[in-house]
């Protein structure tokens, strides 16, 4: 399981990127609530523990548990329809030996290492109608416990993930093409009927997801009720200009201070860093991502095998995505989701969970060197 690397071909550059962008996030944090700092530190210790050992581990050894982690997904993901703790109307966390969790921010990294060993054990007939089926019910399974919960997205992070690894494990394009020739069409006529006033498509439990989209798409009329988070947001970003306001200011004018944006140490930490730092700190922030993402896809060309490939590029995709619609919400272009930006908002299960993915994909990267 444990193999002799030479310490040159560890990507360290990789390393360096994750820890500094999860240090701005404690920074950031720490100026919202100092009492979560602490907590974002021990996170940050220990999911640079779990990454570092993870990625002395040979993952093809690992992956031969994929049958386990796809049960053990589906476990704790039931677990929290059943006895799930719930905040804000949506009931995603679960609560064990006293430690409070996500199990949907864990499920995205199982989901990746399932699909990996999955596909590259049957590769040969990755192309044929029932294997692709067979794919799409084995991910559909957890997809909707997600969606249930309700967390609709997380729910498109996932789907957007399966996407990737379909594609990335060699999918036809004559096949995707049909695909979205079916898929694109369904999806317009199915906004147009849900956007309709008496519409009964969406349930009850599931219609603030609605109202946010419907307040995204009519941003004027709705801009003192619905939309006047993502507003404040703008304004603290645009506030901070170029080098921003300084860290923990305590100018009267600070949207931060006023507390005019709820969940600011978690959703909306970017406008914390675009009023604080300004224009340089929000673009150290969108590079410093953009760098991870294209450090995972470089891995994953060199990868060794077909299930390096598809967890290199999965966690890529994963932080890529997630960090572009966080932000995309925060700065009023997306609609507001609830997505964590990674490395950088508070949450220790999301924290510990993109580290130990960036964890996979360093062992990845050196198995490329093994070949």
Same mark, same amino acid.
């Given at each position: 399981?444990?193999?002799?690397?030479?310490?040159?071909?560890y990507?360290?550059?990789?390393?360096?990127?994750?820890?500094? /962008?999860a240090?701005?996030?404690? &920074?950031?944090? +720490?100026?919202?609530?100092?009492?979560?700092?602490?907590?974002?530190?021990?996170?940050?210790?220990?999911?640079?523990?779990?990454?570092?050992?993870?990625?002395? &581990?040979?993952?093809?050894?690992?992956?031969?548990?994929?049958?386990?982690m796809?049960?053990f997904?589906?476990?704790?993901?039931?677990?929290?329809?059943?006895?799930?703790?719930?905040?804000?109307n949506?009931?995603?966390?679960?609560?064990?030996?006293?430690?409070?969790?996500?199990?949907?921010? !864990?499920?995205?990294?199982?989901?990746?290492?399932?699909?990996?060993?999955?596909?590259?054990?049957?590769?040969?007939?990755?192309n044929?109608f029932?294997?692709?089926?067979?794919?799409?019910?084995?991910?559909? @399974?957890?997809?909707?416990?997600?969606?249930?919960?309700?967390?609709?997205?997380?729910?498109?992070?996932?789907?957007?993930?399966?996407?990737?690894?379909?594609f990335?494990?060699?999918?036809?394009?004559?096949?995707?093409?049909g695909?979205?020739? *079916?898929?694109?069409?369904?999806?317009?006529?199915?906004?147009?009927l849900?956007l309709?006033?008496?519409?009964?498509?969406i349930?009850?439990?599931?219609?603030?997801?609605?109202n946010?989209?419907? =307040?995204f /798409?009519?941003?004027?009329?709705? =801009?003192?009720?619905?939309?006047?988070?993502?507003?404040?947001?703008?304004?603290?970003?645009?506030?901070?200009?170029?080098?921003?306001? +300084?860290?923990?200011?305590?100018?009267?004018?600070? *949207?931060?201070?006023?507390?005019?944006?709820?969940?600011?140490?978690?959703?909306?930490?970017?406008?914390?860093?675009?009023?604080? &730092?300004?224009?340089?700190g929000?673009?150290?922030?969108i590079? @410093?991502?953009l760098?991870?993402?294209?450090?995972?896809?470089?891995?994953?060309?060199?990868?060794?095998?077909?299930?390096?490939?598809?967890?290199? =590029?999965?966690v890529?995709?994963?932080?890529?995505?997630?960090?572009?619609?966080?932000? +995309?919400?925060?700065t009023? !272009? !997306?609609p507001?989701?609830?997505?964590p @930006?990674?490395?950088?908002?508070?949450?220790?299960?999301?924290?510990?969970?993109?580290?130990?993915?960036?964890?996979?994909?360093?062992?990845?990267?050196?198995?490329c060197?093994?070949?």
């Open positions: 399981m444990l193999k002799q690397y030479k310490i040159r071909h990507d360290f550059k990789l390393v360096l990127m994750v820890v500094s /962008l240090v701005i996030g404690i &920074f950031a944090v +720490g100026s919202v609530d100092a009492a979560l700092q602490s907590k974002q530190i021990a996170g940050l210790a220990f999911g640079i523990f779990l990454m570092l050992v993870i990625s002395l &581990f040979d993952y093809s050894v690992l992956l031969n548990l994929y049958w386990l796809y049960v997904n589906l476990a704790l993901l039931a677990l929290v329809i059943l006895m799930g703790y719930s905040a804000n949506a009931q995603r966390w679960l609560v064990l030996a006293g430690i409070r969790f996500q199990p949907s921010e !864990l499920a995205k990294i199982l989901l990746i290492l399932f699909f990996a060993q999955f596909i590259n054990k049957h590769k040969e007939n990755l044929t029932k294997y692709i089926t067979l794919c799409v019910i084995l991910f559909a @399974l957890p997809a909707g416990l997600i969606f249930v919960q309700p967390d609709l997205s997380t729910t498109m992070i996932v789907c957007l993930i399966f996407c990737i690894i379909m990335t494990a060699g999918l036809r394009w004559r096949v995707i093409i695909v979205l020739a *079916v898929a694109v069409p369904a999806f317009l006529i199915f906004m147009y849900v309709q006033p008496d519409q009964k498509i349930s009850e439990r599931h219609l603030y997801q609605l946010r989209v419907i =307040s /798409l009519n941003k004027e009329e709705t =801009s003192n009720s619905t939309g006047y988070q993502q507003e404040y947001s703008v304004m603290a970003i645009g506030s901070g200009q170029l080098t921003g306001k +300084g860290y923990k200011n305590n100018q009267i004018s600070s *949207v931060k201070n006023a507390n005019f944006i709820a969940e600011q140490e978690t959703d909306f930490i970017f406008a914390v860093i675009g009023e604080e &730092f300004g224009f340089v929000s673009c150290t922030v590079v @410093l991502v760098l991870i993402s294209v450090e995972c896809l470089l891995i994953a060309r060199r990868a060794k095998d077909i299930a390096g490939t598809i967890i290199a =590029s999965g890529g995709a994963m932080l890529g995505f997630q960090a572009f619609i966080n932000m +995309g919400v925060v009023y !272009l !997306l507001n989701t609830g997505l @930006l990674p490395f950088v908002s508070y949450g220790l299960t999301s924290l510990v969970s993109s580290f130990i993915g960036i964890g996979f994909v360093l062992n990845v990267g050196l198995q060197q093994q070949k």
